[in-house]
């Protein structure tokens, strides 16, 4: 009978496949760029986090999959979210180590890349995906679909992927199932349109008792205006779903009020994991946008407005990116709809004891 062996730390971290993986493209041709090992480890790392995340997005979607969640789990999900945006800041970090690397440094190595480029990180591709960024709302890179820059196989994982649910489905179907929007005796929509309509008459008073100019006044009334225009938007349902059609806004109208209605009573108790849910989903979209921004700068300082070596635009394709492939748009948005809390009218008992926990000495 043969005795179990212990883990070794090397085989278990499978040591000699990893650290034997840097073959620098210089190395092999005899002219020796210091800096291109760097390159390599920088780029590899990314892809060892790139692979972690996506670990973490797969088990937050298992669990909003099917019809009901398991509250349970909301606060496993914010954890692992967490643990993404933590992630998140590393990746952003690690630009700095690649900003050590001077300009002439990176020029020793670069034309030897060609035509690689990191657009064609598929596990990076696989994250846009899974959490929610349209086909139709990606930049166009060379003028050409994204798919362009992959073998078959990759192709058919990416198309795969993108007829599959995503992140941003799995979270507006949970929101649309938010059961806190109406009770016998109190309508958040309707509690909320009154408490809009005394701020906005409010703000209209002041600014017209104001010692302004008449150019002033007018256009202070004009911004208020406007104001009350993206509320009106927020009461009509019809009016919302227009701007969906119109790209405006992506979220379902029922989704949206879930969404406003959590971050205007996040202090009650039962809301308060649902609202640090959303937060962190935000966080994750403005990170990655981080990300790509500091990213586009890096390329910025060292290339210029040189190509990039796959054949894109390099700094300007790399900028709006960071611009435009925001998922959660409209979970930023819901910003602009929310009311201060000395103005939240204070919710019935009934309600109270639905949303909290309750606890009477009677």
Excluded: C
């Excluded at 909320?192 to 009334?221: C, N, W």
């Excluded at 790209?247 to 969404?259: E, N």
């Excluded at 209605?261 to 996040?266: A, C």
């Excluded at 210029?304 to 990116?321: E, I, V």
């Amino acid at each position: 009978m043969s005795e179990k062996h212990g883990v070794e730390y090397s085989s278990y971290l499978q040591l000699d496949k990893i650290l034997d993986s840097q073959a620098p493209e210089s190395d092999a041709l005899a002219t020796p760029a210091h800096d291109e090992m760097l390159f390599i480890v920088v780029h590899q790392t990314y892809e060892l986090w790139f692979k972690q995340i996506i670990h973490e997005l797969n088990s937050v979607m298992t669990m909003f999959k099917d019809h009901y969640v398991d509250e349970r789990n909301i606060d496993k999900a914010v954890s692992r979210l967490n643990r993404i945006n933590e992630i998140l800041s590393v990746l952003i970090d690690q630009i700095s180590i690649m900003e050590t690397m001077t300009p002439l440094d990176f020029l020793e190595f670069r034309n030897l890349l060609t035509p690689a480029s990191g657009f064609q990180s598929l596990q990076f591709r696989i994250i846009e995906i899974k959490l929610g960024l349209k086909p139709a709302s990606r930049v166009k890179y060379s003028k050409q679909a994204y798919h362009h820059m992959y073998d078959e196989g990759s192709r058919i994982i990416l198309e795969l992927l993108e007829d599959e649910p995503t992140l941003y489905h799995l979270l507006e179907n949970w929101l649309e199932r938010i059961p806190f929007l109406e009770f016998p005796g109190f309508n958040f929509l309707e509690t909320y349109q009154a408490v809009v309509t005394r701020m906005l008459a409010e703000e209209r008073e002041l600014i017209e008792k104001a010692q302004l100019s008449k150019e002033d006044r007018e256009g202070r009334l004009r911004l208020m205006d406007a104001s009350r225009r993206h509320f009106d938007s927020l009461f009509e349902e019809d009016q919302h779903n227009q701007f969906i059609r119109e790209g405006r806004r992506r979220l379902s109208y029922k989704a949206t009020l879930a969404v406003l209605l959590i971050n205007l009573y996040r202090d009650q108790p039962i809301l308060q994991l649902p609202y640090r849910l959303l937060a962190e989903i935000v966080e994750i979209d403005e990170r990655i946008s981080t990300w790509r921004y500091r990213h586009a700068l890096m390329v910025l300082r060292m290339i210029g407005r040189k190509t990039g070596t796959g054949g894109s635009a390099g700094y300007s394709y790399l900028k709006k990116t960071a611009e435009e492939h925001r998922v959660y748009a409209d979970l930023f948005n819901i910003s602009t709809f929310l009311v201060p809390r000395s103005k939240l009218p204070d919710l019935p008992e009934s309600v109270e004891r639905d949303l909290g926990y309750y606890f009477s000495q009677k």
